[in-house]
């Protein structure tokens, strides 16, 4: 692909097809990724990389904990609720995926098992987890680092076929990911990327998130009108 093919084309996956996803395949992604810039080369990224049996076990550790009522233990802060403009857009998209998927505003069966979803990693069959140094903690280069690497991730993934989604529903429950995904103590958990072939009959996969404008986003300084 080329590159414009790439940044235009993408879009988050949240159906898969059960296919395994090749180590190899993974690995050059990975490589991929991580030409992302970072502060002063630090490279503060490190990735865990799930599937099979101990992947099925975080899926079903987050989500019995999240329907029993255990609150949320994520290690990166999560920050105050959406308000404004930020909340606005946030319903949006969700209002796209939900009309895709045919969930009605008042089935609340159909709107927890999509929520659920998140927390299975959305049943792809591959799960990244992005983590840091923990020596780097409090940082704020360190996370936007991180952030760099994962949006290479999932533009190198889709460059091969693959589809992925950035998520945090599936470190909402960090003991758990920690526990079955071997993660060192001397890491941060910060964000999971659900990875696999994409189930092109999956209705929310044509769904693509609206952008604001460059006008909206960009100011100007010092060119001739």
């Not at 895709?100 to 159909?110: P, V």
């Not at 460059?159 to 909402?172: C, D, E, K, P, T």
Request: glycine content about 8%.
């Amino acid at each position: 692909m080329q590159f414009d093919d790439v940044i235009l084309g993408r879009r988050s996956i949240r159906g898969y097809k059960p296919d395994p996803v090749p180590k190899e395949l993974i690995a050059e992604i990975i490589g991929l990724a991580m030409r992302a810039p970072s502060s002063m080369n630090t490279q503060p990224w490190n990735f865990y990389v799930i599937t099979g049996e101990p992947l099925d076990r975080i899926r079903a550790g987050n989500t019995e904990r999240m329907v029993a009522g255990i609150p949320q233990s994520r290690e990166f802060r999560t920050g105050q609720a959406f308000a404004g403009k930020h909340r606005d857009r946030q319903v949006g998209v969700a209002k796209q995926l939900f009309s895709a998927m045919g969930i009605e505003r008042d089935n609340m069966e159909k709107r927890q098992d999509w929520v659920l979803r998140g927390f299975r990693q959305f049943d792809a069959p591959v799960c990244v987890i992005i983590t840091y140094d923990r020596v780097l903690d409090g940082s704020d280069d360190t996370p936007f680092d991180c952030g760099a690497v994962a949006t290479a991730l999932v533009n190198a993934a889709w460059s091969r076929g693959l589809g992925a989604v950035i998520n945090s529903q599936g470190i909402m429950q960090s003991p758990v990911v920690r526990e079955h995904a071997g993660i060192a103590d001397d890491q941060v958990i910060m964000k999971s990327i659900a990875l696999g072939w994409p189930d092109e009959i999956f209705p929310a996969n044509a769904v693509v998130s609206e952008r604001k404008s460059i006008e909206e986003a960009t100011v100007f300084v010092g060119f001739e009108t």
